[in-house]
């Protein structure tokens, strides 16, 4: 039987653990502003007049978030290393780089500069080639760790960020 490595297990949590630490810090000044804008959300349709103001940039950038979120949620879910797997990892990479190079084309959280957000397309940028460098390796437990951290950070937490009032998400489905 093996053994598990605590020193490992502790390492993992460890990560996200200071993920949420700087998402709550990097929050905390907004908490009154927020509190304040989600009092009054009111759910409804889509509001498709502001889709179709949207420029092409923006456009691609969501389309390709949510394909990746698609297919990456199944990803999740599907066996590991079967030829379907494949295919729809490489649907995957291809989404994620898309959404991750078209954000640096997309400014006005912080002006006209980059956000705090832009470090996630950076890491995706990065991180993605490592992954694929890393399972064309057999180094399996360093793809997943990748893979996952993008999925979860890069995509997921950057899509709940798109929700903050202000941001085209909120308008689009709560404002």
């Known amino acids: 039987m093996a053994e598990t490595n605590p020193t490992a297990k502790r ?3 460890i990560g996200w653990a200071v993920l949420v630490a700087v998402l ?3 929050l905390y000044p907004l908490r009154a502003e927020l509190g304040a804008a989600f009092a009054n959300v009111a759910p409804h349709a889509p509001d498709w007049t502001l889709w179709i103001a949207l420029p092409l940039t923006i456009k691609l950038h969501i389309l390709a ?3 990746a979120l698609g297919v990456g949620t199944v990803i ?3 066996p590991k290393g ?3 797997h494949k295919t729809l990892g490489w649907t995957w990479v291809i989404a994620m780089a898309t959404t991750a190079v078209s954000s640096l084309f997309i400014t006005g959280l912080n002006g006209n500069f980059y956000s705090f ?3 996630l397309s950076g890491w ?3 991180g993605l080639p490592m992954a694929i460098f890393a399972i064309r390796n057999r180094k399996v437990d360093a793809h997943k760790r990748a893979m996952t951290g993008m999925f979860v950070g890069g995509l997921l937490i950057a899509g709940v960020l798109t929700f ?8 689009f489905l709560l404002g």
């Open 164 to 171: 903050l009032p202000g941001r085209f998400m909120f308008e």
């Open 24 to 26: 709550v810090a990097a």
């Open 124 to 126: 995706t940028i990065i």
């Open 65 to 67: 978030a949510l394909t």
């Open 117 to 119: 957000i832009h470090l």
């Open 11 to 13: 390492a993992s949590w």
């Open 82 to 84: 079967t030829g379907f």
């Open 76 to 78: 999740l879910f599907k």
